[in-house]
């Protein structure tokens, strides 16, 4: 005889379980499209950009902070002074960004090369040997500005972060540690080996200002007003015999951005008015006027729905999903997760009361009673969920945009995506978690 569970113990199933067949099968075409969305959106302007373009397409109402924040509006059927639903979730990831002053050419190795500076937390060797691509504006003299796009398609060449071979690196990286053996001022990018020809000074740096100006109208002094990020040239695909694992770059927190933006597309005449948030540089503490720290966004959009409206009134009356991703358990590495209470790739969306580091410190540690809510509505709708905690106490830690939210008085929870690798430039989900999200944030624009 097989031991059964107690019929009042919590026992956590998968998504593949909790799915249909007919659900599965979405699930994987949602996947599709997801794919195409991160090969799209591998920076935070190209996402808000596709954000934008299916907004317009689905022809629903979205308004820009810049070009590197959104809201998409879905007006319900009480008024605003009820207060609002809102899904909050960010559209940057770690990348290495170009310095204001980043071309030289090193003569030893006779390579020009791309100075960076690290953005978000990474772990420096992930950059070392992967084709990368260069995203991003740059506002030239004239103040006209471009889009800058190279490395993407097959045909475009590529860049790279160069390492040492292993017959070499003994003394210089093997027996160091890990964060020390690669340093961040070392992540610079090769673009370029081809001497121009007469008497320069730096004959292979001369050649590549040649072609910068000649391709872009580019000159070495524009780089000063530019972002351009070096990001994972490839694309996203499929992992696994049975295809049902998401690789690809970027996906916190895209993923969850990608999931909201579809959740209210599908969104028509809601009970509360239903809010899908999208910001930037959560990598780097969500400091800048694209972020989540900027509520007068939120209260200018609030405004703009109901201009005699008590903008803090509605604040203290709305519901909100703070929609991050969070650590999957890791092959290899299971002593650092307290596994009762860690996500695990394939158990669907995971919810997360809080987070923070240490004693929950930077934590918004949500309330029972909107925990409670939130459960209710997932069972209700048969979503796979689990809850999730980063890690250990005391392991380490992180943080999501929730406590922003909450100090406007909101009600608000994390409820993400788990991914494995997280950061890193290859990360990995699962199309079952992924459609779990689109499903939750749904459930909830329309509760
Ligand atoms: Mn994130
Ligand atoms: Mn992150």
Redesign the pocket.
Known sequence: MSEKENKYAYTKKTAWETFSKEQIKNAFLFAEDYKIFLNCAKTEREAIREIHDLAKKHKKHIILNREKAAAIIVPGKKPVHDGVRIVIS?VD??RLDLKQVPLYEDTESNLAMLETHYY??IKNFHWLTIPLALHGVVVKKDGKKITFSLGAHENDPVFCVSDLLPHLSHEVQDQKKINEAIKGESLDIVVGNRPAKGSFKQKIKAAILDTLYKDYGLTEEDFISAELEAVPAYKARDVGFDRSLIGGYGQ??RVCAYAAARAILGVEKPLFTAIALFVDK??IGSEGNATAQVNTFLRSLIKSLDPHVDVDGVMLKSTVVSA??NSAVTPNYTEVFELKNASVLGSGVTMSKYTGHGGKSGANDASAEYVGEIRTLLNKMKIPWQTGEIGKVDKGG?GTVAKYFARLGMEVVDLGVPVLS??APFEITSKVDVYSAYLAYKAFLTS
């Open positions: 960010h990831s770690p978000g937390g916190d927190d959560e990598e991050d991703v992180g997280m950061h």
